[in-house]
């Protein structure tokens, strides 16, 4: 069973960085496509940015040149870099896995970030 866990919120001000990590059970990692998404108060969730196999990354707009996704495969694991935080980025942050064909699709519970102006 694929299991994700993430970790790494919290509250900090404007201008700050955090660190989220998603931590993958299983032998899957390596072949999945990972991603974040987030939700904000009241609004849609949306992508933030993804990872392919390959390490190909994209990024939605509003995080282009402040965030960065990376994964280690030895560790099972995906990080989401955050910098430059601002107080539009307040949402609970997801983690997401792509595997198989026809993709099969997996959410971790999510983690609060909360900026403060």
């Known amino acids: 069973q694929v299991q994700l866990v993430e970790s790494g919120g919290g509250l900090v001000q404007a201008g700050g960085s955090l660190r989220l990590s998603c931590g993958a059970s299983g032998r899957f990692f390596s072949f999945a496509v990972m991603a974040w998404y987030r939700q904000p108060p009241g609004k849609q969730r949306e992508l933030v940015a993804a990872i392919t196999i390959a390490g190909s990354t994209n990024y939605a707009d509003s995080v282009k040149g402040r965030f960065t996704i990376s994964r280690d495969n030895a560790k099972n694991t995906v990080y989401l870099q955050m910098n430059g935080l601002k107080p539009e980025d307040t949402a609970v942050y997801y983690c997401?896995?792509?595997?198989?064909?026809?993709?099969?699709?997996?959410w971790g519970q999510g983690t609060q970030v909360t900026v403060s102006s």
């Open positions: 997401n896995a792509l595997l198989g064909l026809p993709p099969s699709e997996y």
